[in-house]
Structure formats: structure tokens, C-alpha cells
């Protein structure tokens, strides 16, 4: 059977064979740069004094040099990418074993006054975004974190398409990762963006013809000295009218290479991306739809993105001495580059931040299709505007073992509630935190942990976890009942499903039970649909008096002097309470 585990096990093994096989190539690419370096030195001291022969030397040797280092810098970069991939399909296969904790947790975007994200443990460690993210970018892993956050219910059909295709799309999918994964910029996207957005051009808009026609007359010059028509001293008095014409934008040229030198790598990179997704195929209407943003212009944005790279990588060439000193004087260098940057950045300014958008847009959803990819049980809910809200078979949390995770089936239906009771530890807040996800997963298009679920889509908003701050001078009490207010006030503009446990636990047991009981009341009254976890039995009372709320439970019960949880979802109301048992058992009484 192909099982996710037996394709990274066997990608696994054949990038790590392919390593070896680039490792040692590298090695001899190495070698071989070092033996034309002394063969160069060597032909520079044969011909000695001979001028002519010095020249056509260099010239042979910095040629075949700059071939040889651009053979390098492929062999070094297939090295990279190919250690990449075997990371990838090692922590993939870490991660099917249980094990997130080399994945980044998120915690910059845990949020205590979210609808649902600090409840459900969206964020943070050991948290739904941990064990989902794979994402490469800054950029990217802001864009998934607002996918799970932004609680939106439209289009969600659409969003499932892209994620079953990205799902099937697997090697293209590792491939993507790897060159993302190489990115190693040291400046922002913002940044850049701002620098093209702000950049006032300094050079006149004759000087490319003026560097060509420069350039032109230097090879002249080098030939006639070569055949001696001109002495060395012409040639030394033109070297230095080249430095001179550079000296005269040389503090602007600076500002400019300062800008250069950081953005490089960014559009080293994300030319290959974006290159990568334009020759890929898309069938699903949201992947076509990016794609078409980088296919409307006459030159693909590719093309144009690495155009601009390798101005930049020209430009960064001034450190070099060949590049720096002769470049200049005989080639005018920086200025020549600086004429092809300004050129470029007033073409296409505009069009790099949609670009760069797609870019990290397609690594977000990639770590939604490795999601897919990773859980081939799990179904993708069947989209409806029925009465029912929620029909799942065999719903369990998706980030619980298989072995220890027991499901359960949950039908509710729109505008009802359910009163949910059990003892401690019998499962009441894991099956809220599974319910809440699975809306979450659901509306961002992800499949859920069950074995069949229909959803009527619906915006989720919680209170499960409230804490006081000294900062503001808040207790726990005003606090939850700040949350519960924003709560009723929502339910005024939208429909929400509404998620609680155990609420008002900052008053006294009957303050609690009356205001638990007028709160539920209050909820019905506006149509709401949702769940409330509780141990006041009393607050059960109001399934008799309304017909639209449903008590339900799960058990615990005392075998062989034992307590034994089947973490079942039943109908009805929990009788077995487990706290002085427990208090008795660890000896605590």
C-alpha cells in the first residue's frame, strides 16, 4: 500500500543517495577550479615579459575562471536543494511518528482576545498550527495563520479543490519547499517593497547608450595596445578616465548596491518559485486563478524577476576586484548596472508585490495540501445549507494518536444547544476543542478527522479558557463576563456556533447555576446554535422547558475500585461524578 510514511521513507532514501553522488562532484568541481588557477599563474609566468601574451593569458584564465565558478555555484546549489529534501522527508516522517517539536509553535500569534484561536490551542505549542505548518517565508506562515484565523465560511468548496489538487501534487510540492526553504534573505519583503515603491531615479537617460559606446571604445583600446598601436600609457590614461567617470555617482551608486546587495537572494529565489508555479498545470479555479497573475504580462514574471536578479548579482560584483577596478575603468560597471536597475524598477515596480503575494500565497496552501496528503483517512466535509450544522461519523481530534483517540458521532442541528455534563477527566473540553476545530478545519477547506461529515457553514466564536490581568486591573470574573458580553453582542450582527466550558466560574455556585441558566436562555432566545460543557446538573433543567436545547454526556464509572472513562458521547444526563472518589484514592482525604 502507498502510504504516506512508504513515500517519504523511499523519497527519503533516493535524495540521500543523491547527495552523496553531488557531494562528491562538488568535490571535484573544487579541484578542478584550483588546477586552473595554478595553470593560469603558471601560463602568466611562462610568457613573462611578454605584454601581449600576459593579456590573452588573463583574459583565457578569467574567462574559463568564471565559467568554472559558475559550474560550482550550480553543482553547490543542487547540494543545497537536495539536503533540503532530505530534511523535508525526515521531518515529515518524524512527524507521523508524534514528533512537532523541530516545527516553529507559532506563539507570535497566540491572541487571548481571538473568537476561538487561544481556546482551541490553535497556536502555540503542541498546537494545530505547529503540527500544520510547513511553510518557508515569513510572508507564507503569516498568510496561514490568518487563513486560520480570519473565521470566514465563503467559498469554501473552491478552497477544498485547490487543497485536494496541492495534496496530489506531492513531488512538485517538495520541490517548492526546497528552493523555499533556501531563501535566506537578509532584508524583508516589506522592505523591498517600500525601496522599489520609494525609489527616485539619480542617472540621466542617456547613459546606457553612453556605457556602451565606453565600452565599445575600451575594447578598442585594449586591442591596439595588444598589437601595439597604442603604448601602455594611453591604455593607463584610459583606465583611469573610466574610474573617473564612476567616481562621479559613486556615493549614489553605494546606496544603491546597500539595497542591491540584501535583495538579491529575495529575488534569487522567488524567481524559481514563481517559475516553478508557472510551469506547473492547475485544474482547481483558486491555484488557476494565482497562476494567471503571473502569466499576464507579455514576458513571464519569471523571466522578468530573474532579469532583475542578475542586474542585482552584476551589481554586487563591484566587491570583486576583477569586477570592482577593471569592470569600471573599462566597462563602466556600476553605472552600466545602476541604468539597467532604474530602467527595471520603473517597469515593473507594481507588479512585484502581486507576484511576490502568489508566491507565498501557494507555500501557505502547500502546507495545507501536505495536511491532506498526511491524513488520507480523513474526509472533506460535504458542504450543505440544510438544518443540520453538523452530521459526523466518527468524529475525533485530529491531533490525537489513532491508537488512543476515540471518536464519536455529533449531529446538531441549526439553532439548537447542547448541554453537555460528565465527570472530570471524562472528555467534555477535548470534545469541544474537536468540534471547534473541525469548524476551523472545515471553513478553511482542510479535510476533517472523521469518517463522513456534511457542514452547513458557520462562523465560530468560544469561551473556554479566561484568565484575570494585573495589567489592567481586571479580574477573572469581569473578564469572563466581558468575553460572554462580546459574545451576545456578535450574535446581534451574524450567526455564530458558540462554544463554552463551564462558565461564570469566578462566583458562587448558585450566582453560577441562575446565571449559567439566564445566559443558556438568553442564547436561545437569539437562535444561536453551540455547546456548553458544565458540572451543574441544575442547568440541565432547561432541556425540559425548552425543546430546542438537548442534554448530553459523557460517563465515568468506578470498576474494581478503578475509575474507567469510555469517552463516549451519550444522550442524556451524567450521574457519576468523580471528584471525592479521586480526593480518596490519592489519599488527599
Known amino acids: 500500500m502507498n502510504t504516506p510514511q512508504s513515500f517519504y521513507q523511499q523519497r527519503l532514501e533516493n535524495f540521500r543517495k543523491k547527495l552523496k553522488e553531488v557531494t562528491r562532484t562538488l568535490?571535484?568541481?573544487?579541484?578542478?577550479?584550483?588546477?586552473?588557477?595554478?595553470?593560469?599563474?603558471?601560463?602568466?609566468?611562462?610568457?613573462?615579459?611578454?605584454?601581449?601574451?600576459?593579456?590573452?593569458?588573463?583574459?583565457?584564465?578569467?574567462?574559463?575562471?568564471?565559467?568554472?565558478?559558475?559550474?560550482?555555484?550550480?553543482?553547490?546549489?543542487q547540494k543545497k536543494k537536495t539536503s533540503a529534501l532530505v530534511k523535508i522527508n525526515e521531518r515529515e516522517l518524524n512527524v507521523l511518528d508524534g514528533n512537532v517539536d523541530q516545527l516553529p509553535s507559532g506563539e507570535e500569534y497566540v491572541d487571548p482576545i481571538h473568537a476561538y484561536?487561544?481556546?482551541?490551542?490553535?497556536?502555540?505549542?503542541?498546537?494545530?498550527?505547529?503540527?500544520?505548518?510547513?511553510?518557508?517565508?515569513?510572508?507564507?506562515?503569516?498568510?496561514?495563520?490568518?487563513?486560520?484565523?480570519?473565521?470566514?465560511?465563503?467559498?469554501?468548496?473552491?478552497?477544498?479543490?485547490?487543497?485536494?489538487?496541492?495534496?496530489?501534487?506531492?513531488?512538485?510540492?517538495?520541490?517548492?519547499?526546497?528552493?523555499?526553504?533556501?531563501?535566506?534573505?537578509?532584508?524583508?519583503?516589506?522592505?523591498?517593497?517600500?525601496?522599489l515603491q520609494n525609489y527616485r531615479?539619480?542617472?540621466?537617460?542617456?547613459?546606457?547608450?553612453?556605457?556602451?559606446?565606453?565600452?565599445?571604445?575600451?575594447?578598442?583600446?585594449?586591442?591596439?595596445?595588444?598589437?601595439?598601436?597604442?603604448?601602455?600609457?594611453?591604455?593607463?590614461?584610459?583606465?583611469?578616465?573610466?574610474?573617473?567617470?564612476?567616481?562621479?555617482?559613486?556615493?549614489?551608486?553605494?546606496?544603491?548596491?546597500?539595497?542591491?546587495?540584501?535583495?538579491?537572494?529575495?529575488?534569487?529565489?522567488?524567481?524559481?518559485?514563481?517559475?516553478?508555479?508557472?510551469?506547473?498545470?492547475?485544474?482547481?479555479?483558486?491555484?488557476?486563478?494565482?497562476?494567471?497573475?503571473?502569466?499576464?504580462?507579455?514576458?513571464?514574471?519569471?523571466?522578468?524577476?530573474?532579469?532583475?536578479?542578475?542586474?542585482?548579482?552584476?551589481?554586487?560584483?563591484?566587491?570583486?576586484?576583477?569586477?570592482?577596478?577593471?569592470?569600471?575603468?573599462?566597462?563602466?560597471?556600476?553605472?552600466?548596472?545602476?541604468?539597467?536597475?532604474?530602467?527595471?524598477?520603473?517597469l515593473h515596480k507594481n507588479d512585484v508585490e502581486i507576484w511576490f503575494e502568489c508566491v507565498n500565497f501557494i507555500d501557505a496552501y502547500n502546507s495545507l495540501g501536505n495536511f491532506a496528503f498526511n491524513h488520507p483517512t480523513f474526509v472533506f466535509p460535504k458542504i450543505t445549507n440544510n438544518s443540520e450544522v453538523i452530521n459526523a461519523q466518527d468524529l475525533g481530534h485530529p491531533l490525537l494518536s489513532p491508537v488512543k483517540r476515540v471518536d464519536n458521532n455529533i449531529i446538531i442541528k441549526n439553532k439548537e444547544f447542547f448541554i453537555i455534563t460528565g465527570a472530570n477527566m471524562a472528555g467534555k473540553s477535548t470534545f469541544l476543542r474537536t468540534v471547534a476545530l473541525q469548524i476551523v478545519m472545515s471553513n478553511v477547506g482542510l479535510p476533517v478527522c472523521a469518517t463522513s461529515c456534511t457542514y452547513s457553514p458557520t462562523k465560530l466564536i468560544t469561551s473556554m479558557r479566561t484568565s484575570d490581568s494585573l495589567s489592567d486591573d481586571s479580574s477573572y470574573f469581569f473578564s469572563e463576563l466581558t468575553q460572554l458580553k462580546h459574545i451576545v453582542d456578535v450574535l446581534e450582527k451574524d450567526n455564530y456556533f458558540i462554544i463554552l466550558d463551564e462558565i461564570l466560574k469566578g462566583t458562587n455556585s448558585k450566582d453560577k447555576a441562575e446565571g449559567s441558566k439566564k445566559f443558556v436562555e438568553k442564547l436561545v432566545r437569539t437562535q444561536a446554535t453551540g455547546i456548553i460543557a458544565t458540572h451543574d446538573l441544575s442547568l440541565c433543567k432547561i432541556a425540559e422547558e425548552i425543546p430546542v436545547v438537548k442534554n448530553k454526556y459523557f460517563d465515568a464509572q468506578i470498576i474494581n475500585d478503578e475509575l474507567y472513562f469510555d469517552y463516549k458521547f451519550k444522550e442524556g444526563i451524567c450521574q457519576n461524578m468523580n471528584a471525592s472518589f479521586l480526593l480518596s484514592k490519592m489519599g488527599i482525604v
Not at 482551541?120 to 496561514?144: A, M, V
Open 117 to 195: 484561536s487561544h481556546d482551541i490551542d490553535l497556536f502555540g505549542k503542541c498546537s494545530f498550527f505547529q503540527y500544520l505548518n510547513r511553510t518557508n517565508t515569513p510572508e507564507s506562515k503569516d498568510i496561514l495563520a490568518f487563513l486560520l484565523s480570519e473565521n470566514k465560511t465563503d467559498h469554501i468548496a473552491i478552497k477544498q479543490e485547490a487543497i485536494k489538487e496541492l495534496s496530489e501534487k506531492k513531488e512538485w510540492r517538495q520541490d517548492y519547499s526546497a528552493t523555499a526553504s533556501l531563501l535566506k534573505a537578509e532584508i524583508k519583503v516589506q522592505t523591498v517593497l517600500t525601496w
Open 27 to 77: 568535490r571535484i568541481s573544487s579541484f578542478i577550479r584550483l588546477c586552473w588557477f595554478f595553470l593560469v599563474a603558471f601560463s602568466i609566468y611562462f610568457f613573462y615579459p611578454s605584454v601581449q601574451y600576459i593579456l590573452i593569458s588573463v583574459g583565457v584564465g578569467i574567462a574559463g575562471f568564471l565559467f568554472l565558478i559558475t559550474r560550482h555555484n550550480q553543482i553547490n546549489y
Open 201 to 346: 531615479s539619480f542617472l540621466p537617460g542617456w547613459i546606457g547608450k553612453f556605457t556602451l559606446a565606453f565600452s565599445i571604445a575600451s575594447l578598442l583600446v585594449i586591442t591596439a595596445c595588444i598589437l601595439e598601436l597604442i603604448s601602455m600609457s594611453f591604455l593607463t590614461i584610459w583606465f583611469f578616465i573610466g574610474l573617473g567617470n564612476t567616481g562621479i555617482y559613486l556615493k549614489k551608486i553605494t546606496v544603491v548596491y546597500n539595497h542591491a546587495g540584501k535583495a538579491k537572494e529575495l529575488f534569487n529565489q522567488y524567481y524559481q518559485l514563481v517559475e516553478s508555479i508557472e510551469q506547473t498545470t492547475f485544474k482547481s479555479e483558486l491555484l488557476k486563478e494565482k497562476q494567471t497573475q503571473l502569466l499576464n504580462k507579455t514576458v513571464k514574471a519569471s523571466q522578468t524577476l530573474k532579469r532583475f536578479f542578475k542586474i542585482l548579482d552584476a551589481l554586487d560584483q563591484r566587491n570583486n576586484m576583477i569586477y570592482g577596478i577593471f569592470g569600471n575603468a573599462f566597462l563602466l560597471w556600476d553605472i552600466k548596472q545602476v541604468s539597467h536597475i532604474e530602467k527595471w524598477i520603473a
